[in-house]
């Protein structure tokens, strides 16, 4: 089954339909969602609409889980806290009631799916080879996908050999049919790899592949629909950077 797998959305609805549009033209079986579906961007409820629609599997993020009320606010950054409750104010009774039955993993798919990490699926950024080697120890499947780091990565241990990782780039293809592996597909909305484009996986579960892709969006619509929400405007600024 080819699956493409899409984590870190936050309300960027420009992103997410340039993403799906991608995703239409490669043909993917499935669309898999880590979650952080809101939060940050300016159109909530249009990108929880459209995971609605598209995803076959999501997840819960820590951004949805604060929208939702699970999460207290001062957990987060200035920025992402005032963007959580702008939120709260602006979503849909329907789009919570969405993000209400989400769960932050997902373990009965051909591979693990976290938000976070098998240890902690909800806050763990797993960006170093020695966190990745700890969370390998726990897994229940010899592939998973992890999201929350904004970062398209990905970790793999072979046999009697400790856990290697680097960032990847764009169009990257990896054979995941020997060893065990961590793969981040980025973010679509809110990318911090210092590339703007959005960030998408394409995962092969049956010839065990998997493909970065990155795709061109409308940069400038996304950050203009922050500011005319009045959110803080360091959140439009970092999207021309990938930051």
């Not at 709260?88 to 769960?103: K, M, N, T, V």
């Not at 980025?186 to 960030?199: M, T």
Request: proline fraction near 5%; include cysteine.
């Amino acid at each position: 089954m080819r699956v493409a797998v899409v984590s870190d959305i936050h309300g960027n609805r420009h992103a997410l339909e340039a993403v799906l549009d991608a995703v239409e033209a490669v043909t993917a079986d499935e669309l898999w969602c880590l979650g952080d579906i809101v939060g940050y961007g300016a159109d909530p409820d249009a990108c929880v609409a459209l995971i609605r629609r598209y995803a076959t599997v999501s997840l819960v993020g820590n951004h949805d889980l604060a929208v939702r009320g699970d999460l207290p606010l001062d957990e987060f950054s200035r920025g992402a806290e005032l963007a959580a409750r702008w939120t709260r104010e602006q979503i849909s009774q329907e789009s919570l009631d969405y993000l209400a039955q989400l769960e932050p993993q997902k373990l009965d798919e051909a591979v693990g799916l976290y938000h976070a990490s098998p240890r902690d699926p909800v806050w763990e950024y797993v960006l170093s080879p020695l966190q990745a080697e700890l969370c390998i120890d726990v897994l229940r499947h010899r592939v998973a996908c992890v999201g929350h780091s904004h970062i398209a990565l990905s970790f793999t241990r072979g046999a009697g050999a400790p856990a290697t990782g680097e960032t990847r780039a764009a169009d990257t293809f990896l054979d995941l049919s020997t060893g065990e592996w961590l793969l981040n597909p980025g973010s679509v909305g809110q990318p911090r790899d210092g590339d703007p484009r959005a960030a998408w996986l394409l995962l092969d579960t049956d010839c065990w592949t998997a493909a970065y892709h990155r795709t061109d969006y409308d940069v400038a619509g996304a950050a203009a629909a922050i500011r005319q929400a009045r959110l803080p405007d360091s959140l439009a600024e970092r999207l021309p950077h990938g930051q």
